[in-house]
């Protein structure tokens, strides 16, 4: 393996950070699967029930493992004069 040991220790958390991720959707996937249409259709937040809130928060957002090393985010694109 290349690179210095800060490298592979900044790579080792990542790593550990996406493996943690995984375990923590699977289960919150687990947890779904069990739901029957009741529970989805329970109220969990005012204005909210269970299906609302799970939709929202397992919602595709713009982000990756990339986005958890500010080395590998695109340079800003410089203003216009």
Known sequence: ?????????????????VALLGEEWSAIADLAAS??????SAPAL????????MATWSAP???????LSPRSRP??????T
Do not use: I, N, Y
């Open 61 to 67: 957002r713009p982000c990756s493992t990339a986005a």
């Open 46 to 53: 005012p204005g909210w029930d269970v299906h609302d809130v």
């Open 35 to 40: 739901l029957d249409a009741d529970a989805w």
């Open 1 to 17: 393996m290349t690179g210095s040991a800060a490298d592979r220790a900044e790579l080792a958390g990542k790593e550990r950070v």
């Open 75 to 80: 340079a800003a694109t410089p203003a216009v």
